[in-house]
């Protein structure tokens, strides 16, 4: 069965370090990646995916995730974190039994950047 | 502006009384689905919708409806509430590559 794990349920870094929010997945072909922010009181917001070519992806805000086939994993990564980027972040991955409309979540991660 | 809308935004209601939830799409898209969110569960999908009069069951289906009568319109229906119904609910559309999610609308189900 097609899963994601965001082993972390909260994430805390200092203002101006760089930050990473973890996810891995588990699927029976190729991952279609994604990774969703949630803003307090907001829906969810897209940031990036991957879906095939570069490993490294470049998303909104600054962000950007790396994909590695060998462990599994699509962490999402930042290079200077500011506090406006404190939120939920939430790792997700194409359902391939459900076609393209669905994706499975990860529980997601609290991310807490602190001045 | 493109954008998923959910009405209403909150509601708080009593067990049994039937309601609902609508979502509408200004992007043409075919796809839509519904979600809820409950702390440490991330987001599960509900139902699914595939086209006009095509929908389908998600991962936790049981307790609602829905129904796809126009192309832009998705409501969520639940017939008779119930408190493991509380929840935060959303609405996204899709390209088929990226979902696109409405404000959420937070249920509570006294």
């Known amino acids: 069965a097609q899963s994601v794990a965001q082993p972390e349920d909260q994430v805390n870094v200092a203002e101006g370090n760089p930050l990473t929010v973890k996810c891995t997945y588990s699927v ?3 991952p279609y990646l994604f990774w969703y922010v949630q803003y307090p009181n907001r829906g969810l917001q897209f940031l990036l ?63 807490a950047v602190h001045p | ?39 440490g569960l991330g987001l599960r999908q509900i ?14 289906p049981e307790g609602y409806k829905v129904s796809r009568k126009e192309k832009r319109n998705f409501p969520l229906i639940l017939e008779s509430p119930s408190p493991n119904q509380t929840s935060l609910y959303f609405c996204a559309s899709s390209t088929g590559n990226e979902q696109f999610f409405g404000p959420g609308t937070r249920l509570t189900v006294l």
């Open chain 1, 28 to 30: 029976s072909g190729n």
């Open chain 1, 49 to 111: 995916k991957y879906i095939t070519g570069d490993n490294l992806v470049k998303g909104s805000y600054g962000f950007e995730a790396e994909f590695n086939k060998s462990q599994t994993s699509f962490h999402l990564k930042k290079p200077s974190a500011l506090v406006s980027d404190s939120a939920l972040y939430f790792c997700a991955v194409r359902d391939e039994s459900g076609g393209y409309n669905k994706l499975i979540f990860g529980a997601g991660t609290r991310l």
């Open chain 2, 47 to 60: 139902y699914y919708s595939m086209n006009v009069e095509v929908t389908d069951k998600g991962d936790v």
């Open chain 2, 1 to 39: 502006e493109a954008q998923v809308t959910q009405n209403p935004r909150y509601l708080i209601t009593v067990t049994g009384k039937k309601l609902t939830v609508t979502c509408s799409q200004n992007m043409n898209h075919e796809y839509m689905s519904w979600y809820r969110q409950d702390p």
